[in-house]
């Protein structure tokens, strides 16, 4: 949150001046407060989804994923998440041109950013046969089932917070 010591020097929380930098803006809605059950449902199926995954190849999809989708808020957060969880900053900041730098992932992670891009966009209406085959390859069935469950609802929790329009930069990780 962005405080004032005057009208003209904008500072943030610790009040260090943010001269130049745009002002925050407003989220539309609090759809978690009010919709809680919705949202209480929302975090049960993400830890469901998230069970039996890598948390640093699970933050690398659902960065990939908030990215594609625009969501700042969830790209700010799981950009944290990933770091905390282990993840270089190399990498996390390669995740939006990564078919350009496939040498800084293995194999598998490219598999699973693959297939988080074919099932995040599906405007060619499909996952193809050849970007499923290939994660098929890298994970078995039970963790690839996972792993459709944990792009799928990251994708939905991108439509929340860009429908929204959720703010970033306030999310500490280990205080969701």
């Not at 990251?154 to 860009?162: E, K, S």
Request: proline share 5%.
């Amino acid at each position: 949150m962005t405080t004032h010591t005057d009208d003209r020097t904008p500072t943030d929380r610790t009040g260090h001046a943010t001269v130049g930098y745009a002002p925050e803006h407003t989220p539309r809605l609090a759809w978690a407060e009010q919709a809680p059950e919705v949202f209480k449902a929302m975090i049960r199926l993400d830890a469901a989804a998230r069970k039996g995954l890598d948390p640093k190849l699970l933050e690398l999809v659902k960065v990939r994923a908030s990215q594609i989708n625009h969501c700042a808020l969830c790209v700010d957060m799981h950009s944290k998440d990933a770091l905390a969880a282990g993840e270089s900053v190399e990498r996390i900041v390669q995740l939006s041109a990564w078919e350009e730098s496939e040498h800084f992932y293995t194999e598998r992670e490219l598999a699973a950013l693959a297939l988080t891009e074919a099932v995040t966009v599906l405007t060619d209406g499909f996952v193809p046969d050849a970007v499923y085959e290939r994660a098929a390859a890298h994970f078995e069935d039970a963790e690839l089932a996972q792993l459709i469950a944990a792009i799928t609802v990251i994708n939905a929790w991108n439509r929340f917070g860009v429908t929204c329009r959720l703010v970033p930069g306030h999310y500490q990780p280990g205080h969701k």
